[in-house]
């Protein structure tokens, strides 16, 4: 949710800072500024995206050291004002912001009594006038800086230009990231590592609480003390090619066919095939301790929610061990009992996501035992929890997500494998899904290759008002899954429901105008919901049946027929024929596919 990036160093900062906010757009889109110091502090903001931003930069805007910000509007409508960098009123001090002041009210009245006017209708601007007043008294930036945030209540991620220092940025961490990337003689700094790959690839994370000082020879760190402390750069996995849409027409028709590369990546060394086992090392836990547990517990936002769904479906088929699945966006609101002998699991490709942090938080304070299953190695939430599964999926940057998904469902088959086995599943049990694990790269190959048909039924359901997503038991998340796929990206209504429950109430909305998604697998409920199909069909509903085998035309107007795996892991498979859908859909009514309206990737807010 927003994006930050600063530069220190010999070349121009506009450029730099432009690229950079180019790869962090993803992260927020609604307006865009940036801030250089030359002789006195310049800026330009705008509303509307990084090119336009591009656009209204004059070819004289130039300096070694300056800030840029791509914004995604929390406090105040997304304006040329509204847009970052905020500036003091002497326009020496020049802030960018991600996160949230929660006593910027308290704050504005302060200082408007003490003589500050204020621009904008934003909480940061609190910020560039506190710092701004500090600085005029100390000769330090970072004393400034330190001493502001003291009077700071909420979260941010800042980078803060002081015109009368032109060699350095003062940057903060508490609740948004904030990464430094070491270069030759110069320095940058970042909300995420995205916007550096293409400079450097040794980075510093910095910690809640820990404020940097980047010039062009090199950094420091501190904390909100003045007490230095001490960090080891680490190196980058990806690649700038890692960020790009290699040759795709949008990142996520990329992500999508990334998967059989991605999920081979999320299994890579963890099957054992000799004993029928899960190699999961950073579980941290003993096979005594495993078998303690008597619960599971899993927590997420959004999509990681639904990939909880299916998990805790496979931990309680493989391992018959209760599970569920719960927003933990409700579950931190609700002073949630916590219990010794429940394994709690949060999910987050991110690792950033706001609600799921302040989950997993609560759950330690009251002392549970936390696994993270993340996409982002070193992000808030993996370094929170007490071990967990990185999924390897590499960098998503489309703001819907497909790949983080597909693997973190994966990761969950490996887990409950794992618990399984811990408990009475048998060696043949066990290498049935081992075997069925090492099926779904060419499996998602044979979906992949029906591209083509689904951007064909894609076009035919895209205009209709609004669609219906059903499933039973395992299909139901899957259902889940598929709606909020299609409504995220093509802002078609989608709802989902369990097909038990259609006639319980949703029935009355079905008919020509309302078609149906169905989910059907041949498992045990196959006759059950081609039932509910009969039901839908006899109300005049149109129906695309997504399933293993052809549908009879009596019950369904088209069919997605996907590979069978075994019968436990197929909501794996069955996922993503509906982010093909989702994704033809989208582009056949012309949306905004990567950076769907109002919605932003990292969602680092309450
Ligand atoms: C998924 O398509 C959505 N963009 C959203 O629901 C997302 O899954 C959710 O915000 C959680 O993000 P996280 O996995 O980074 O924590």
């Given amino acids: 949710m927003c994006g930050i990036v600063a530069y220190v160093g010999s070349k121009d900062a506009a450029p730099i800072l432009l690229e950079g906010l180019q790869r962090l757009e993803y992260r927020g889109y609604d307006s865009a500024g940036l801030a250089i110091v030359n002789k006195t502090l310049r800026t330009r903001k705008v509303k509307g995206r ?17 800030i840029g910000h791509t914004r995604w509007a929390t406090h105040g409508v997304p304006s040329d004002v509204n847009a970052h960098p905020h500036v003091d009123g002497a326009e020496r001090v020049a802030v960018v912001h991600n996160g949230i002041i929660e006593n910027a009210d308290e704050l504005r009245a302060k200082l408007t009594v003490d003589g500050a006017t204020f621009t904008s209708e934003t909480d940061s601007e609190v910020l560039a006038h506190l710092i701004a007043r500090t600085v005029k008294d100390t000769d330090s930036l970072e004393e400034a800086v330190r001493t502001a945030l003291k009077r700071v209540v909420g979260t941010y991620g800042i980078a803060v230009l002081d ?6 940025v003062v940057v903060a961490r508490n ?20 916007a550096l790959v293409r400079y450097t690839r040794q980075v510093v994370h910095l910690e809640d609480g820990e404020l ?29 090619g890692h960020y790009d849409t290699g040759g795709y027409e949008h990142y996520l028709l990329k992500e999508i066919s990334e998967q059989p590369e991605t999920v081979a990546r999320t299994l890579r060394g963890r099957v054992d095939d000799r004993f029928h086992i899960a190699h999961l090392g950073g579980l941290n836990l003993t096979p005594h301790e495993t078998r303690a547990f008597r619960r599971v517990k899993i927590i997420g936002c959004g999509s990681a929610y639904y990939s909880g769904q299916i998990g805790a479906q496979l931990v309680e088929e493989l391992a018959r061990v209760p599970a569920d699945a719960e927003p933990a966006s409700e579950f931190r609101y609700r ?15 991110s690792g950033e996501t706001y609600d799921t942090l302040a989950a997993v938080q609560e759950l330690k304070r009251k002392g549970g035992r936390v696994l993270g ?3 982002t190695v070193g992000s808030a939430i993996a370094r929170e929890c007490d071990g967990g599964i990185y999924l390897h999926a590499g960098p998503e940057v489309s703001v819907a997500s497909t790949k983080a998904f597909t693997s973190t469902a994966v990761a969950f088959a490996l887990l409950a494998l794992h618990f399984g086995r811990v408990h009475d599943l048998s060696p043949a049990d066990g290498r049935r899904i081992c075997e069925g694990l090492r099926r779904l790269p060419a499996q998602i ?13 894609a076009r035919k359901y895209a205009d209709h008002a609004g669609m219906m997503f059903i499933g039973r038991v395992r299909g139901y998340p899957v259902a889940r899954e598929g709606a909020q796929k299609l409504k995220e990206i093509s802002y078609v209504h989608a709802e989902a429901y369990p097909a038990s429950e259609l006639k319980h109430g949703p029935l009355a909305l079905i008919g020509p105008d309302m078609p149906t998604v169905a989910i059907v697998p041949d498992d045990e409920l196959l006759d059950k919901n081609l039932t509910t199909l009969g039901e839908i069909r006899a109300r005049g509903g149109r129906v695309l049946m997504v399933g293993h085998r052809a549908a009879d035309p009596r019950l369904a107007d088209d069919c997605v027929v996907v590979p069978k795996n075994e019968t436990e892991l197929d909501p794996i498979l069955l996922t993503i024929p509906l982010q093909l859908l989702a994704y033809h859909a989208a582009v056949a009514l012309e949306r905004d596919v990567d950076k769907p309206r109002n919605l932003a990737k990292s969602v680092t807010v309450e």
């Fill in 50 to 66: 990084v090119a336009d931003l591009a656009a209204a930069v004059p070819a004289r805007f130039k300096g070694g050291v300056g």
């Fill in 163 to 168: 015109a009368e220092r032109p060699g350095e």
């Fill in 175 to 194: 609740g948004s990231p904030i990464v430094l990337g070491i270069g030759e003689k110069e320095m940058f700094a970042a909300s995420d590592v995205a």
């Fill in 212 to 240: 940097a000082t980047i010039k062009a020879d090199g950094f420091h760190t501190f904390t909100m003390d003045a007490t230095e402390t001490a960090k080891e750069p680490l190196t980058v996995d990806w690649d700038a």
């Fill in 335 to 349: 002073n949630p009992v916590v219990e010794h002998d429940t394994l709690y699991v949060a999910i987050s490709q």
């Fill in 373 to 375: 299953i993340v996409n």
């Fill in 445 to 457: 190959e044979e979906i992949l290759a029906k591209d083509d048909e689904i951007a064909g039924l």
